[in-house]
């Protein structure tokens, strides 16, 4: 299959569809924990009256988190007609006033013109089906001296696997893909119970990260395809050649990635 063909919505898993779900569970308690997680990447303040672009609003959850933190303005776009309905009705919900939009569009379709102070993709890029070019339309996007927060899946050694793996799962009937979650939740806690942690409070750690749902990540993890990685020198060398300068980053080694890949975030400042 060519990249091109990979970059079509037909192609790629129903992350729209688990996300419609997860925003049913979302409360008072995920929208803070998803207000601190964008801000260890940027702080408080400096979400201050900006103009915020998310491309792959997913549930809609961190655009909210950023208007929350007083940007200026949201635009937030997904691929995926599930995903924006969703965070359409969450912001809705909580910002009604506040001025934001949702938009159907692939991060492709951008302009090459400047607009936002803040362009935000957690755990997106590397789903699009040409990562490279995909972050490089999101790093178009920024102003000078505005700032590429982002977050992308890191090299393992067992990353062809994963990229099998998640292929056959997003094609996978409902009953396969539930036997693949109970394989995968069952090596998960053997894997804690030979490091000596509880599974029970691995599970609700999930809800300080990001706000985020250990069972919906599990689908989303098991079925994420198209699947694409990165090392964060090669994260550096494609980002300072785009005139970008690190600001921040949060990475860990690849390892082999029995258990998957793990996103390293990144925040990279446009220089003047």
């Not at 929208?31 to 103009?51: F, N, P, T, Y």
């Not at 672009?53 to 959850?61: E, F, N, Q, V």
């Not at 692939?106 to 490279?132: C, E, K, N, R």
Request: glycine share 8%.
């Amino acid at each position: 299959m060519s990249t091109h063909d990979l970059k079509q919505l037909q192609h790629h898993f129903a992350f729209g569809a688990n996300w419609a779900d997860y925003a049913q569970r979302i409360d008072a308690q995920r929208i803070e924990a998803a207000e601190e997680g964008l801000h260890k990447l940027v702080a408080s303040a400096d979400w201050q009256g900006r103009r915020v672009l998310d491309i792959g609003c997913g549930s809609g959850l961190h655009a909210l988190a950023a208007l929350r933190s007083g940007a200026a303005s949201v635009h937030a776009i997904d691929l995926d007609p599930d995903s924006v309905q969703t965070a359409h009705a969450l912001l809705t919900q909580h910002q009604a006033e506040a001025e934001w939009q949702c938009e159907v569009r692939s991060v492709f379709a951008l302009s090459d013109q400047p607009s936002y102070d803040i362009v935000y993709s957690w755990g997106v890029l590397h789903h699009t089906g040409a990562m490279h070019e995909a972050l490089r339309r999101a790093a178009s996007q920024v102003l000078p001296g505005g700032l590429l927060v982002f977050a992308l899946y890191r090299k393992t050694r067992l990353c062809s696997f994963w990229k099998i793996e998640k292929r056959w799962y997003s094609q996978a009937s409902a009953p396969a893909q539930r036997r693949a979650q109970g394989l995968y939740t069952l090596l998960v806690k053997l894997a804690l119970w030979l490091r000596g942690r509880s599974f029970a409070n691995f599970r609700q750690s999930y809800l300080s990260s990001r706000g985020m749902n250990f069972e919906h990540d599990v689908h989303d993890w098991l079925g994420g395809y198209p699947y694409e990685s990165i090392h964060p020198q090669q994260v550096a060398d494609f980002l300072h050649s785009l005139g970008f300068q690190e600001v921040r980053s949060f990475t860990r080694p690849g390892g082999w990635g029995w258990g998957g890949s793990g996103c390293d975030e990144y925040v990279y400042r446009r220089l003047a």
